[in-house]
Structure formats: structure tokens, C-alpha cells
């Protein structure tokens, strides 16, 4: 009874999910048609209320926001999956090569360093990084992905240091395969399914800094529109034209949850296999 | 001890890790980007007309802003280490004196935060922990899904629209009565009892699975007594552990939640650094938001020990 409940619930969570991001995907599909209207000014129509022609109204400079959420859908999510992509091959190589190499110098060093990365609250790594280094989604992206790539490194190379031992590895070795050939057949294939669990977070979690150094006022620079930025420059019309302030910040949570909800039913379904 | 010892030099070594690594940022940033640092700080010290460039040279030499690249850095390093701060370059005031002044405004903003997410989480988490899967268990771990893909400065907007500008309970921003930290404190609670109820739950759940509950259970102790005395304290290690990560949340909300509601924290006080190019003021709070992080997961790794059960081999039981 319990399980088929909990069955059910994980399905919930990962059709909701998958339907929210198919939805901020469908959305920002639009983004690049919608280019030149999400920067058209328009005086005459400033902060008016959602209506037909302008199903979430306008800002304070009269420009569509239905297209500035959609053009800036297309800006955060090629941004966050570059960003994700990247961690997590820089992690998962340096990750296996450091777990098969267990209490080496390069094990030791790269441990280090991810200390270093770690001494620091995310946001804040992020933002003093791509604060002092001058924004743009360059820098944007290389100061997530420094601060993104630890996770990917410390479950990789955790699920290596337990899998080397193994003694399906073990007779590999013996057998004469290279290091690679073992960890690409036998150590990878275990790592994967954490990984997907875990960069379908990252992407929500990756999503969630880039809207946030928005609203800081460091990352991508206006007028390119942003979700959190679009919610920094409403911020003084918020009682004349709080939709302006309600449209980003619905796409914003929208679309963390989606990856959230995914990546839970995703993990229940890894933890499930790995029991089993 | 030797594990204790272990603890406290890892965390050591990373707290001095955390300054080379703002004070070698810091130099970087000075170094590469354009503008001359002792300029500016001649204009932060006078003004701008009054400057001439003796003075400008009479300010490099002082601040040892001359020479090769290494021995300026070297020189840049032993400063930051001494905690020779300088002066603000937008106020020319002393970036220290303000962070004293500062660091107390995010205190009581975490600290009114922490007791929200108290509140919130420990209640809720043990009677979600109790019945694992039941009614109160699914509407916590929904709630805390759905809280947790908000970002802090979205719900700080929510509660601003509704309580400040549509019911008129509360001011939407400002610092200068218990009013003011009602919404500030709100937002960061929230946030951060979304993570620490599921971590509560899944650590009383946890502990009711183990024998030694099991067996308090069949000698016929029950209700708060059990709870408290063999649920609580044997849950308290995990939750303890992710109170380091729950501070990573807090100092992160802070930033944002500062600048949201105008609270003059050192959040903000980094973020207005950042965006003026106030070198002296970015290294400072850096260097204090980076130690406060150290030093707190230090006293957690600390408590850890001390609570943990698992003493080393060849250690006398107590």
C-alpha cells in the first residue's frame, strides 16, 4: 500500500516537473522571435495592466513583459545548462581520476582546492567573483561554474574510492585492462545516475544564483532582460504595477521547481535502484 | 583529542586559506583592471581638485603600491594578514570601524532568522520524523519543495507586497525599530526552515528506527520523555552537521535580503563594495563573511565531536 502511494507520489513529482519545464522551455523557444519586442520601448504604455494584446502587461518603460520573460527564459537556461555541462565534466574527470588515484598528490591537491571552493558560501563566491572580474554572462558563467563543480567532483570521486575496491574491478586489473577502460566499464555506469540526479538540481540551484546576481544588479547587463533583474528595476513600481514584479517571479519559481521536482523523483528512482 | 585536534587545524588552515584567497582576488583585481589604486585614494582622502600628482606619489610610497609585481603582493598579503583594512575609497572612512558596525546589523537579522526557522522547523520536523509517511510528514516535504525553489529575494518581494504595500502591517524597509526586522527575519526564517524541517524529519526518523529507541520503547518509556531524552539528543548530530550548511544559506539570504529591505548588514555593505569598486571595503567584508564561515563550521565540527558516541581506538571510555 505504502509503496505503490510512494509510487505514485514520485510520478506526480516528476510529471509535474518534466510539465513545468517543458512549459519555461516552450516559452523561451519563442525568446529569439520575440527579441526586438522585449527591448522595444513604448512611453505611452507604461506599467499598464495585463491585458489581450499584453497577457502580463508592461514595465516601466512600457516594454512587453510576456517577451522580456521569454527572451530572458532563453538567456538563463542556455546560460545555467552551459554552466551545469561544464561543472560536470570538469568534476566527474577530475572526480574518477582523483577517487582511482586515492591519496596521491593530485588526489590530495585537488582536495584542497576543493576546500577553497567550499570556504565560501555559493552566492557569495559567485558574486564576489563575477563582481570584481566586471560581469557579463562570461563571467557570470565561469564564477558558477568554479563554484558548481565540487559537487560533481566529491560524489564522483567518493563513488570511485568505493567501486576501485570492488572485486569485479579487481580481477579487471588482474586481468590487464587500463585504469580508463576500468573506470569507463565499471566505475562511469554507476556514477550516472547520481549524476543526472544531481545536475538536474544543479540546473535548478544554477538557475536560482544567475536570477539572484540579477537581482544584485551583477550578471547579464540590461537591457537584456533577466528574471531577477526584471525584478530589481520594478521594484519602485511595485505599488502602481505589482504584475511587473508577480510575471518574473512566477517564471523564476516555476522553473526551479521544475528542475526540483524532477531531480526528487529522479533520486528516489536512483536510490530505489541502488537498494535493489 | 586527536580527532578533536584534527578538526580544529583543518578549519585553521582554511580560515588562512580564505585570506589568501580574498587578499590574492583582491590584488588581482587591483592589478589587472584599469585604474591606479594610490589615485584613488588620494581622492577618497582629500577631494578630487586638491589633488596633485606629489601627493599621489607621496600616498604610493606609503601604501606600498610601488615596485615589482611580487614584492607588492607579497607586501598587499602581510597587510590583509595583519588585518590592516585601509580606508573606504568612496567615504575615506576605516573599512574596520564600519564592519564592527555592520557585522552587528546581519547578527541580528541571522539570529531573529535562525529563531523563525527554529520555530518552524523543529516543531514541524519531529512530528513529521514521528510518523514518517503520514499526513504531516507529505505536507512538509511538499511545503519545504515548493520553499526551497524560491529564491529568498522572491518571498522578501511576496511579503513585502502583501503585508507592506496591500495591509499596511509592516514597513517595507529601514532599520530603526523591531517593525523593521519583522519581514527581513520572516524571509530569511522561511528559507531556511524550508531545508532544516526535512533534515530534522529525516533524522528523527531515523533514530526511530534504531534499536536502542526500539528498546527504550519496549521497556515502556513513551510520549515527551522518550522523545526528548533518546530522540532529540541522537538526532541532534546530523542536524547539527547541516547547520554548517544551513549558515552557507543564511550569509547567502543575507546579501540578498539586506539589499531587498535596505538593512545595512555586511551583505550589503560586500554588494556596495562590489558595485563601486571599493577595493578596501570588498576585502574586509570578505575576509570577516569568510571567517565568520569558518569559524562556525569549526564550532560545529567541534560539537560534533564532542556529542558523537564513537570514541578512537585505543581511547579510554569515559
Known amino acids: ?276 | 583529542m586527536g580527532r578533536l585536534i584534527r578538526v580544529i587545524t583543518s578549519r585553521l588552515v582554511q580560515g588562512f586559506v580564505v585570506a589568501l584567497a580574498v587578499a590574492s582576488l583582491t590584488f588581482v583585481v587591483v592589478n589587472v583592471t584599469p585604474g591606479d589604486l594610490a589615485l584613488q585614494i588620494a581622492v577618497a582622502r582629500h577631494d578630487l581638485e586638491s589633488v596633485t600628482p606629489a601627493m599621489v606619489e607621496q600616498i604610493r610610497k606609503e601604501e606600498g603600491l610601488e615596485g615589482p609585481v611580487m614584492r607588492r603582493y607579497f607586501r598587499w598579503l602581510a597587510r590583509t594578514l595583519r588585518f590592516d583594512l585601509g580606508c573606504s575609497l568612496v567615504n575615506g572612512r576605516p573599512v574596520g570601524e564600519e564592519l564592527i558596525h555592520r557585522f552587528s546589523y546581519t547578527a541580528r537579522l541571522a539570529g531573529a532568522g535562525l529563531l523563525v526557522s527554529f520555530l518552524l522547523a523543529v516543531p514541524l520536523g519531529i512530528a513529521s520524523g514521528i510518523r514518517p509517511g503520514r499526513g504531516v510528514d507529505r505536507f512538509s516535504e511538499l511545503l519545504s519543495s515548493v520553499l526551497t525553489a524560491l529564491p529568498s529575494f522572491v518571498i522578501g518581494v511576496f511579503f513585502v507586497l502583501v503585508f507592506a504595500i496591500k495591509l499596511h502591517w509592516l514597513p517595507a524597509a529601514g532599520f530603526t525599530g523591531i517593525r523593521h526586522m519583522v519581514l527581513p527575519a520572516l524571509t530569511l526564517g522561511i528559507g531556511l526552515a524550508a531545508l532544516s524541517t526535512r533534515i530534522v524529519a529525516t533524522a528523527v526518523a531515523d533514530v526511530r528506527s534504531r534499536f536502542y529507541y526500539r528498546f527504550a520503547r519496549m521497556k515502556g518509556l513513551g510520549g515527551m520523555h522518550l522523545i526528548l531524552r533518546h530522540g532529540i539528543k541522537n538526532a541532534a548530530i546530523p542536524v547539527l552537521t547541516l547547520l554548517g550548511i544551513q549558515f552557507a544559506h543564511l550569509l547567502d539570504g543575507a546579501v540578498v535580503i539586506e539589499t531587498l529591505f535596505a538593512w545595512p548588514g555586511m551583505g550589503r555593505f560586500l554588494l556596495e563594495g562590489i558595485l563601486a569598486r571599493d577595493i578596501p571595503v570588498v576585502q574586509g567584508a570578505g575576509l570577516l563573511i569568510g571567517f565568520t564561515y569558518v569559524a562556525v563550521n569549526m564550532a560545529v565540527d567541534v560539537l560534533c565531536v564532542a556529542l558523537s558516541p564513537s570514541r578512537n581506538p585505543g581511547e579510554a571510555p569515559p
Request: hydrophobic share 50%; with cysteine.
Open chain 1, 1 to 276: 500500500m505504502s509503496r505503490s502511494r510512494s509510487i505514485l507520489s514520485r510520478n506526480i513529482r516528476l510529471s509535474t516537473g518534466l510539465t513545468l519545464i517543458s512549459v519555461v522551455v516552450a516559452l523561451s523557444a519563442s525568446g529569439p522571435l520575440l527579441e526586438h519586442r522585449a527591448l522595444d520601448q513604448n512611453l505611452d504604455q507604461r506599467l499598464k495592466a495585463p491585458s489581450v494584446q499584453m497577457p502580463f502587461g508592461t514595465d516601466a518603460l512600457g516594454r512587453n513583459i510576456l517577451a522580456r520573460l521569454a527572451s530572458g527564459g532563453v538567456n538563463s537556461l542556455v546560460l545555467s545548462s552551459l554552466c551545469v555541462t561544464a561543472s560536470l565534466i570538469i568534476g566527474v574527470l577530475l572526480g574518477l581520476t582523483s577517487g582511482w588515484l586515492t591519496g596521491s598528490l593530485l588526489d590530495k591537491s585537488l582536495l584542497r582546492l576543493v576546500d577553497i571552493a567550499m570556504a565560501f558560501p555559493g552566492l557569495l563566491l559567485a558574486l564576489l567573483l563575477a563582481g570584481l572580474l566586471g560581469g557579463g554572462p562570461a563571467v557570470v558563467a565561469v564564477a558558477l561554474i568554479f563554484t558548481g563543480w565540487t559537487d560533481y567532483f566529491r560524489l564522483a570521486r567518493s563513488l570511485t574510492v568505493v567501486g576501485r575496491t570492488a572485486p569485479y574491478v579487481e580481477a579487471g586489473r588482474l586481468s590487464g585492462f587500463s585504469g580508463f577502460f576500468l573506470l569507463r566499464r565499471y566505475i562511469l555506469p554507476k556514477v550516472l545516475p547520481h549524476l543526472s540526479v544531481l545536475a538536474t538540481l544543479g540546473m535548478g540551484k544554477t538557475i536560482l544564483y544567475i536570477s539572484s546576481l540579477g537581482f544584485l544588479g551583477i550578471g547579464l547587463a540590461p537591457p537584456k532582460p533577466e528574471w531577477g533583474a526584471m525584478i530589481a528595476e520594478s521594484l519602485p513600481y511595485m505599488r502602481q504595477a505589482p504584475h511587473a514584479i508577480i510575471a518574473p517571479a512566477g517564471a523564476i519559481f516555476l522553473t526551479i521547481l521544475g528542475f526540483y521536482l524532477t531531480g526528487q523523483a529522479l533520486a528516489r528512482n536512483a536510490g530505489r535502484q541502488g537498494a535493489a
